[in-house]
């Protein structure tokens, strides 16, 4: 399977905490892609990551990568109640006529208050 | 706002009831992708269509057939559902084959009986 590994698998920190999660998958990209999904929702896009780059910021979101290891990691600071969900990572690839994710298998973030 | 929509958000069926699941859009995009999420796992991409080209992905079942009958419509057909089919499914867009981002609507949980 192409499918990416997160770890941790469940993470639970106080709000104010950072939370750091981390990325690894298998095959060469094009980008990198996080997206956030709320208990029984859709996902919602979070920041995209090309592979000639190393970090790229979003607001409190801080995302690097690093293709000779095959890893990304999702820093949220200064965690929210609100931000927690389950955070997925997603590879795209350009081979094939149309552009398709592969996720990873997710971290359930829980930010107590 | 433009979005992608999912109706119904919940559905309940009984084991073999052929059962269908709708998705919506107004975004005008060319590609819409069906998603199946089963509990606590990464989504895995059913089928997509660009336009009215119909792509299946190789392991995606017989028992799952998709129809887009036009450009801001996309259904699901599950012709036989089994236990094992209970999950979200998730409806996406792009806007074009090459897009790098994907727009997902809410999803909807199925439960088979």
């Known amino acids: 399977s192409q499918q990416g590994e997160e770890d941790p698998q469940a993470l639970s920190i106080q709000e104010g905490e950072n939370a750091t999660m981390n990325c690894s998958y298998k095959t060469s990209i094009n980008n990198l892609q996080w997206y956030r999904q709320n208990s029984g929702r859709g996902l919602v896009h979070l920041i995209l990551i090309r592979s000639n780059e190393r970090e790229k910021h979003s607001g409190r979101l801080r995302v690097t990568l690093d293709t000779s290891k095959k890893s990304s990691s999702l820093l949220i600071t200064a965690s929210r109640a609100a931000d927690t969900a389950s955070y997925f990572c997603?590879?795209?690839?350009?081979?094939?006529?149309?552009?398709?994710?592969?996720f990873g298998t997710g971290t359930l973030l829980a930010v107590q208050p | 706002d433009a979005m992608v929509i999912q109706n119904p958000r919940y559905q309940v069926t009984q084991f073999g009831k052929p059962v269908t699941l709708s998705c919506s859009q107004t975004?005008?995009?060319?590609?819409m992708y069906w998603y199946q999420q089963k509990s606590s796992q990464a989504p895995k991409l059913l089928f997509h269509y660009y336009d009215k080209d119909f792509n299946n992905e190789a392991d995606t079942p017989d028992n799952f057939q998709s129809r887009r009958p036009n450009t801001s419509f996309c259904f699901l057909d599950i012709r036989s559902p089994g236990l094992g089919d209970a999950a979200m499914y998730l409806c996406?867009?792009?806007?074009?084959?090459?897009?790098?981002?994907?727009?997902f609507g809410p999803g909807t949980r199925l439960t088979v009986l």
């Open positions: 997603a590879t795209l690839n350009y081979g094939g006529a149309t552009n398709k994710l592969i």
């Open positions: 975004l005008n995009h060319n590609v």
């Open positions: 996406a867009t792009s806007s074009s084959r090459a897009a790098d981002t994907q727009y």
